[in-house]
């Protein structure tokens, strides 16, 4: 079945490490996000990218980096700097092209808890 | 990018009531979407409205792209137990990003 595959569902990092976050689609999708959500919040974009090799900072990105060498896939690291990771954090995608067209719009994978130790 | 006024910000309601919840924005959007989102799990799309004025129906679900393109609505008849969950709207402008609503938390007691 197609879809967004997020993994571990559940990480936990020590102080001063780093953690990457995993995301993987088989939907052919061009775009990919990371948004971080937090209780009783809505969700906040990270970093997106638009196509392979190339990504942008969302409205939170310090702390957290990312690459895209494959289309298939899009991890987040979250590193030392960031000091308040502890959060749910979701991966989208979405077909850009029929985007801008009004069309499929962002479907989600079903998270990852990050809890600091 | 701007989070959504939502409200209410929770409801708690007997089963078979009807519901209704809105999003504002002080800016204009050419998209707005609905997801609900169940515990542990990641938003699921309910509707997408892409013209303003547009009623959509999925179901027992129906929203509204306001005429105004800075606002929208939800409407859930006759609500099942099953209707638990968080509904967030989404209002995309001329970039490829989201911008969120905080969430309606929605209780149905049987």
């Known amino acids: 079945d197609g879809g967004i595959t997020q993994s571990p569902k559940y990480l936990f990092r020590k102080e001063g490490q780093n953690v990457t976050l995993s995301c993987e689609q088989n939907?052919?999708?061009?775009?990919m996000y990371w948004y971080r959500q937090d209780p009783g919040q809505g969700l906040r974009l990270i970093y997106y990218?638009?196509?392979?090799?190339?990504?942008q900072k969302g409205d939170i990105a310090e702390g957290y980096s990312v690459s895209r060498e494959k289309k298939e896939s899009f991890p987040l690291t979250v590193t030392s700097a960031q000091k308040n990771p502890t959060a749910f954090y979701l991966c989208?995608?979405?077909?850009?092209?029929?985007?801008?067209?009004?069309?499929?719009?962002?479907?989600f994978g079903d998270g990852t808890r990050l809890s600091i130790l | 990018g701007q989070q959504l006024n939502q409200s209410p910000q929770s409801m708690f309601i007997q089963e078979g009531e009807d519901v209704s919840m809105n999003c504002t924005s002080s800016?204009?959007?050419?998209?707005w979407l609905w997801y609900k989102q169940d515990p542990g799990e990641g938003p699921v799309l309910l509707i997408a409205?892409?013209?303003?004025?547009e009623l959509t129906s999925n179901g027992r679900l129906t929203a509204q792209f306001g005429i105004t393109r800075k606002d929208s609505f939800l409407n859930i008849s006759a609500s099942i137990p099953s209707d638990v969950g968080i509904y967030f709207c989404?209002?995309?402008?001329?970039?490829?990003?989201?911008?969120f609503g905080k969430g309606t938390s929605l209780l149905v007691t049987p």
């Open positions: 989404a209002g995309q402008g001329s970039g490829y990003a989201l911008n």
């Open positions: 800016s204009i959007f050419n998209t």
């Open positions: 939907l052919n999708h061009d775009a």
């Open positions: 990218s638009q196509i392979v090799n190339d990504f």
């Open positions: 989208a995608s979405t077909l850009t092209g029929e985007w801008l067209m009004g069309g499929q719009p962002q479907h």
């Open positions: 409205l892409y013209k303003a004025g």
